[in-house]
């Protein structure tokens, strides 16, 4: 019989806490943008900045800078 190929993630949900207070939670980040990186909470952090600086332009608002990022819990 043959075995069944194991599901793998394509993407790490983050939550991310703001210097104005506000958190965003499950942000997704893409496995393949953690890949390779010895601080994944670093590399996460940096990724959704590229996400936040995105929607900044299009919106025409500032982004607001991120204090911290933690793993989301699993449900």
């Known amino acids: 019989m043959a075995k ?5 993630a394509e993407y790490i ?3 991310a806490m703001y210097e104005d207070g506000s958190q965003r939670s499950n942000r997704k980040v893409a496995t393949s943008a953690l890949e390779f990186h010895n601080d994944v909470l670093k590399a996460a952090k ?4 590229r996400q936040d ?7 025409g ?3 607001i800078e991120i204090r ?3 793993r989301s819990r699993s449900k």
């Open 13 to 15: 949900l983050f939550d």
């Open 4 to 8: 069944k190929r194991e599901a793998v």
């Open 68 to 70: 911290t990022v933690k």
């Open 61 to 63: 608002k500032p982004p």
């Open 46 to 49: 940096a990724d959704i900045e």
């Open 53 to 59: 600086r995105e929607i900044a332009e299009k919106s």
